[in-house]
Nanobody, 124 residues
Framework: QVQLVESGGGLAQPGGSLRLSCDAS????????MSWARQPPGQGPEWVAG????????YYTNNVGGRFTIWRNNAENKVYLQMNDLKPEDTALYYC?????????????????WGQGTQVTVSS
């Protein structure tokens, strides 16, 4: 059974940090590019960050302005998102997702597998 399980969300103050993790199972993790996407309350989903199958390429939405970092550990079937200098507009349900190739990672409609999400709330 394919599973993507996100964790690490919670409540943070503006300027704070959180680290999200995603544990994958049931598919060939190293043959998939991985991304993080988010869905703010009452809004549609937004692609946030993506990483190539072998970790050699990393890409981010301009909206995170260098504050976020994505990396993966293929031996452990895990992908991570470090979020620093959090802002209230980062509040959203964060998902990890898997896609079969390394190109057009920002097109989230192409992703084959999705997790259930972990909630991030940034508020003072």
């Amino acid at each position: 059974q394919v599973q993507l399980v996100e964790s690490g969300g919670g409540l943070a103050q503006p300027g704070g940090s959180l680290r999200l993790s995603c544990d994958a199972s049931g598919f060939a993790f190293g043959r998939y590019a991985m991304s993080w996407a988010r869905q703010p309350p009452g809004q549609g989903p937004e692609w946030v960050a993506g990483i190539y199958k072998d970790g050699s390429g990393k890409y981010y939405t301009n909206n995170v302005g260098g504050r976020f970092t994505i990396w993966r550990n293929n031996a452990e079937n895990k992908v991570y998102l470090q979020m620093n200098d959090l802002k209230p507009e980062d509040t959203a349900l964060y998902y990890c997702a898997a896609v079969e190739d390394d190109f057009d990672m920002a097109v989230i409609s192409r992703y084959r597998y999705w997790g259930q999400g972990t909630q991030v709330t940034v508020s003072s």
